[in-house]
């Protein structure tokens, strides 16, 4: 088990420093494209060049990558032109607000998926399951952009229940998450209840399901005791690698509702060639994607034996 | 414990067609076939009505759409749906013979935009960009996709390790991340947003080709074509490929779907296609400032492109489920 861990970490350290010299090489490796980005397109040769010069970018691009990881590991993410802060100031208090978006869609998400797909699998074919599925492909079809105006055209203008953005201007606001946290729940929902529903739809063929039935246990006993158990393994790793789903996810919701988080961040920033703030955000989906895909790995592994002893 | 118990563990992968049918035949049945096959699940039948609709809609754009998609009358400013349009509006072009007066009348069906265009006129055009451009860079996507899977599964080694290992680090990143990250270091363009999805999604479906291909790279058809002396090319692309079509056809309504909203989600986001054309994630984000006051000319869209994505799901869902039964 041990062995197997250090393996993944190796694995996952190496994918994040493949990811990040690809990273580093997209957005740099063409210096002339990124100073007229930078400066605008009607600056001079000549201002392109000295700009390029002061901030180090005419260097071999070895020693540029080498000292842009070595900067990023001590935290140090550079400055953003567009706010004109260090990155890593705005950087953080963003990452906290997403995470707390992110907790809230889970919170909402993952209960309400799996009871529906555990619904819709324990009788394939039955009306529940019928209507379950139908659910979900429609919500899976929606756009989170489409699903934000129409619950915001319900919600906010029709039935003035809720505020239409969630700025947080004067403070904290729970009623400001609503709407965020419906419209991410929409979109994932249906993703996950289809996996658990696969999942549960198999373990209830299998044989040991027919003998406990058969041997006259109560079907409630069977279903929680008999069925979950196994059924939960493979949307397990589901859930886990929708942190990385979400990551895409905050960026048209927190968008739309003006939401000071991750994802309005790279937005800006990328309508703005911010660059060093494209970077830092850009690593930190590198640090959490490959980091989840590692995490569920190591938990498929750990709950389900008989991958573990092979 | 059948085989297609054995196929329902993994949702995404339905069961390859198996044998290899005479060509000619297998032409026909590629016509006639999928018809039939809608008969029998009505999702598969409601989903390809859906999706038919949306493709009539975009070929007859110039007979359907009242008015031009660009054309812009001042009186019609986020006019409510079943507004007319006022009487002696004109439409004024200055040409060499002096000013040139065109009449306009009829009625704005589904209302009119933040300046003024018809909404009905830019959702039937914007069926057109959004059936170009998504089939297009899906079809991009598939063919780098089909290549990559092919040689991979059918060669293995060295050249299969190195594939697969550059996927996993592109699907490793989240995918509006990339696209984000793309159209930063590129322009807003067509042709980007083409190589963009292509660059996204080309790793996924390199994966499915390369399963089907390793479960079919041993079947007698393959072996007998060994046997024949024919060329790698010649087995990854006529033995092996028209037998895996079964789920990359599924994937291929599904992965149109993703891309539908890839496009409008760009669009959105004030990175898709340029304006003014109209698309419907532009036309979302052009008005949203007033989704306050006239919701319709951006619910409209809305329902537009969900109803698009929602008959591909369908079609897929039903496909994968007639694939389950047989």
């Not at chain 1, 989906?285 to 980091?291: D, F, L, N, R, S």
Request: proline share 6%.
């Amino acid at each position: 088990m041990v062995i197997f861990l250090l393996k993944r970490f190796g694995f996952m350290l190496l994918t994040m420093f493949a990811v990040s010299v690809i990273l580093f090489l997209v957005l740099e490796i063409n210096v002339d494209t990124l100073a007229s980005r930078v400066l605008g397109q009607f600056t001079t040769e000549e201002q392109r060049r000295l700009w390029l010069e002061e901030h180090g970018y005419l260097r071999p691009i070895w020693v540029r990558y080498g000292e842009w990881i070595g900067d990023m590991l001590r935290g140090d993410f550079g400055w953003s032109t567009r706010f004109n802060e260090p990155v890593a100031e705005i950087l953080w208090p963003r990452l906290v607000n997403t995470a707390i978006l992110g907790v809230c869609v889970f919170a909402v998400m993952v209960p309400l998926s799996l009871v529906s797909g555990i619904l819709a699998g324990m009788r394939e074919g039955s009306a529940t399951d019928r209507s379950i599925t139908f659910v979900s492909v429609l919500t899976t079809s929606v756009p989170e952009f489409a699903s934000a105006v129409l619950l915001s055209s319900v919600f906010v203008f029709a039935l003035g229940w809720l505020p239409g953005t969630s700025g947080m201007t004067d403070g904290w606001d729970w009623r400001q998450m609503v709407l965020p946290v419906m419209v991410l729940t929409l979109y994932g929902f249906g993703y996950v209840a289809r996996m658990m529903r696969a999942s549960m739809a198999e373990v209830m063929q299998s044989p040991y399901i027919r003998t406990a039935v058969l041997k006259g246990l109560p079907y409630r006993r069977v279903i929680l005791r008999h069925a979950l158990r196994n059924a939960l393994i493979a949307p397990f790793t589901v859930i886990i690698l929708q942190i990385n789903w979400l990551l895409s996810g905050v960026i048209v919701v927190e968008f739309f509702f003006s939401y000071k988080g991750y994802g309005a961040l790279l937005l800006e920033a990328s309508l703005n060639t911010d660059i060093d703030v494209i970077q830092a955000c850009a690593l930190i989906a590198v640090v959490v994607a490959v980091g989840t895909q590692t995490l569920a790995d190591i938990g498929y592994t750990y709950l389900n034996p008989r991958i573990r002893f092979t | 414990m059948t085989e297609q118990t054995v196929h329902d563990v993994q949702p995404a992968v339905v069961k390859p067609v198996g044998g290899a049918v005479p060509r000619r035949r297998a032409w026909l049945a590629g016509l006639v076939g999928p018809l039939a096959l809608l008969g029998e699940s009505w999702m598969a039948a409601a989903g390809a009505a859906l999706v038919a609709f949306w493709v009539l809609v975009a070929l007859l754009a110039p007979v359907l759409a009242p008015y031009p998609p660009t054309q812009q009358l001042g009186a019609m400013i986020n006019a409510p749906p079943l507004t007319p349009v006022p009487e002696g509006t004109a439409i004024m072009e200055f040409t060499d013979q002096g000013v040139q007066r065109t009449p306009v009348e009829g009625m704005y069906l589904l209302g009119g935009d933040a300046i003024g265009r018809d909404v009905l006129s830019r959702l039937i055009y914007g069926a057109r960009s959004v059936l170009i451009y998504a089939p297009l860079a899906t079809a991009f996507a598939y063919a780098i996709g089909i290549l990559m899977g092919l040689v991979a599964g059918y060669r293995r080694g060295w050249i299969d390790d190195v594939l697969s290992r550059i996927s996993d680090l592109i699907l490793a990143f989240p995918v509006l991340v990339l696209y984000v990250v793309i159209i930063t270091v590129m322009d807003r363009s067509a042709l980007n947003i083409v190589l963009a999805v292509t660059f996204a999604s080309a790793p996924g479906i390199m994966r499915i080709v390369r399963g089907l291909v390793l479960d079919l790279r041993n079947r007698d058809y393959v072996a007998a074509a060994q046997t024949r002396g024919e060329s790698a090319w010649y087995i990854m692309f006529v033995e092996i490929l028209p037998n895996a079509r079964g789920p990359l056809i599924v994937d291929a309504c599904l992965r149109l779907g993703y891309t539908t909203i890839t496009i409008g989600v760009l669009g959105f986001l004030g990175l898709g296609l340029p304006p003014p054309d109209p698309n419907w994630g532009n036309m979302i984000a052009e008005n949203r400032g007033a989704a306050l006051t006239s919701p319709h000319s951006t619910l409209f869209p809305c329902i537009a492109i969900s109803s698009l994505v929602l008959g591909l799901n369908m079609l897929a869902d039903g496909l994968r489920e007639i694939s389950l039964k047989d």
